[in-house]
């Protein structure tokens, strides 16, 4: 049974800064790229970061500077570290693993994170 779980999501002043962490379970941690995704209300979701196996990151760029992904395998999790957050930071975040040659992909329940101007 897969499972990702998504924690650290909060209320925080702009130009604060939040850690994110996903856990996961159930799977080959290792071996699995990592994103994460932001979706404010009725806007789509998009990719904010991704890690791969071998620890290469891609950030898109309203978030490039500012917010660092990273993976402890021992853990089996993955973070997110947000800095200098601004209002428009504000969304739910969720951790995904990418569909692959083993599976179709998994999602987290999403944590939400608001920044106050």
């Known amino acids: 049974q897969v499972q990702l779980v998504e924690s650290g999501g909060g209320l925080v002043q702009a130009g604060g800064s939040l850690r994110l962490s996903c856990v996961a379970s159930?799977?080959?941690?290792?071996?699995?790229?990592m994103d994460w995704y932001r979706q404010a209300p009725g806007k789509q979701r998009k990719l904010v970061a991704s890690?791969?196996?071998?620890?290469?990151?891609t950030y898109a760029d309203s978030v490039k500077g500012r917010f660092t992904i990273s993976r402890d395998n021992a853990k089996n999790t993955v973070y997110l570290q947000m800095n200098s957050l601004k209002p428009e930071d504000t969304a739910a975040y969720y951790c995904?693993?990418?569909?692959?040659?083993?599976?179709?992909?998994?999602w987290g329940q999403g944590t939400q994170v608001t920044v106050s101007s």
């Open positions: 995904n693993a990418p569909p692959n040659r083993a599976h179709k992909g998994y």
């Open positions: 159930g799977m080959i941690f290792s071996i699995n790229g």
């Open positions: 890690i791969s196996s071998g620890g290469s990151t």
